[in-house]
């Protein structure tokens, strides 16, 4: 059994940093202490965009993959991204608007996807809606 750090978004924003390019990523997470293991590394991703709940778990996702590595089922639990709403994400309104291109999960609230690209929208920023399709 193996534990490895992911999700699309953070994988995303890690692969930009080791490539020279800061990003900012603004997520939710529970009050786990291996978040904040990750968040004090020295190469760590900019943890301003943070929001951290104390009553809910960080979105985790299990997964069996067959011998030749392909997904044989998996189960997540995804309900803390609930917490990254058109409020907590409007903080952040400068920096959208400013960022070259703006990414996001498609597990966030539906209104707050439309607040993301209303806002790049008037400042014509390219964005990109990161789908994930989970196997039935």
């Given at each position: 059994m193996q534990l490895q750090y992911g999700?699309?978004?953070?994988?995303i924003s890690e692969g930009l940093l080791?490539?020279?390019?800061?990003?900012?990523?603004?997520?939710?997470?529970g009050p786990e202490q291996t978040i904040q293991s990750i968040l004090q590394s020295k190469d760590s991703?900019?943890?301003?965009?943070?929001?951290?709940?104390?009553?809910?778990?960080?979105a985790t996702y299990g997964v069996i993959l067959?011998?030749?590595g392909e997904v044989d089922s998996g189960i997540g639990d995804m309900e803390i991204h609930d917490h990254i709403?058109?409020?907590?994400?409007?903080?952040?309104?400068?920096?959208?608007?400013?960022?070259?291109?703006?990414?996001?999960?498609?597990?966030?609230p539906k209104k707050t996807m439309h607040y993301v690209c209303e806002v790049c929208g008037e400042a014509q920023v390219p964005g990109k809606l990161i789908y994930v399709h989970l196997l039935p």
């Open positions: 999700g699309v978004g953070r994988n080791r490539l020279g390019k800061p990003s900012l990523f603004i997520t939710a997470t991703l900019d943890g301003s965009g943070l929001c951290q709940i104390e009553e809910a778990t960080t067959r011998s030749n709403t058109t409020d907590r994400v409007s903080k952040f309104k400068d920096q959208l608007q400013s960022a070259p291109i703006v990414c996001f999960d498609a597990n966030i």
